[in-house]
């Protein structure tokens, strides 16, 4: 019979890059010479540079980053002023003339009475109520105040010396303090009666409990219309049920 030839099983050291038999033996012998120690060693050295280096890059990204970031925020604060400043130039400033007592900018060299509403300037100059004066640089667009947006982006008109512009002038809001224990269990719990007085339980209006057995009546004011029988009859019906319910409750808590 003829017999097949069968390689060995090999193993591959990926620190030492070399081929060996696959065998408890040899490998134990590879692993424990000094060639193996150093080359693995040497992989565990450079794992932890590589692992250095890449927490140095993280740091100097966040720093190149945050370098960045300070920067442009530095530049459109730049900006922003810049354009305040262009838009400042372009319409100008009004600014009160002590001596006529009226508005004069000086930008497009118009003066403005706030009395009656009318501008003065132009060539030549006189007084009219449409002067040539771009819209945003008129005095009522630039001496306007911010308006107040409400809830939803709603306008609310101008707000006046800080007062919440929609408030009626002369309301004042009062704020009533709250019984102490008014959220606790889910009821508005009383403030006289005994347990279950928030149901009108174990309590009478007047908060004097009412003793076992003892009969409602009830009483019409002079005022009320007449009650016929059926109704009589049904309020009668109902305060029974009424005393029913109030003496099986008392009863669950003892106080029957």
Not at 50 to 78: C, G, N, P, T, W
Not at 161 to 173: D, E, F, H, T
Request: one cysteine or more; aromatic letters at 8%.
């Amino acid at each position: 019979m003829t017999e097949f030839w069968k390689s060995n099983a090999m193993f591959w050291c990926d620190y030492c890059k070399v081929w060996m038999n696959d065998n408890p033996a040899t490998k134990a012998t590879h692993e424990n010479g000094l060639k193996h120690k150093d080359m693995v060693a040497r992989k565990l050295r450079q794992m932890r540079q590589k692992q250095d280096q890449e927490k140095r890059d993280l740091v100097e990204s966040q720093r190149s980053m945050s370098s960045i970031e300070a920067a442009a925020q530095r530049q459109y604060q730049a900006d922003l002023k810049a354009a305040e400043e262009s838009k400042r130039q372009r319409l100008g400033e009004w600014v009160k003339d002590e001596g006529s007592g009226y508005h004069y900018n000086a930008a497009h060299r118009w003066y403005y009475d706030t009395a009656t509403s009318m501008y003065y300037g132009g060539e030549p100059a006189t007084w009219t109520k449409v002067p040539d004066l771009p819209d945003d640089a008129k005095y009522e667009a630039m001496a306007a105040p911010a308006a107040v947006t409400g809830p939803g982006g709603q306008d609310m008109g101008p707000s006046t010396s800080g007062r919440l512009a929609g408030a009626p002038q002369g309301v004042k809001r009062k704020s009533t303090a709250a019984h102490p224990l008014t959220d606790i269990g889910g009821y508005k719990m009383p403030t006289t009666g005994r347990i279950g007085g928030a149901k009108g339980i174990g309590a009478s209006a007047a908060g004097v409990t009412k003793r076992k057995g003892q009969p409602t009546t009830v009483t019409a004011s002079k005022s009320s219309k007449p009650v016929s029988k059926e109704e009589a009859d049904a309020i009668a019906a109902r305060e029974a049920a009424k005393r029913r319910v109030q003496q099986r409750t008392l009863s669950t808590f003892g106080l029957g």
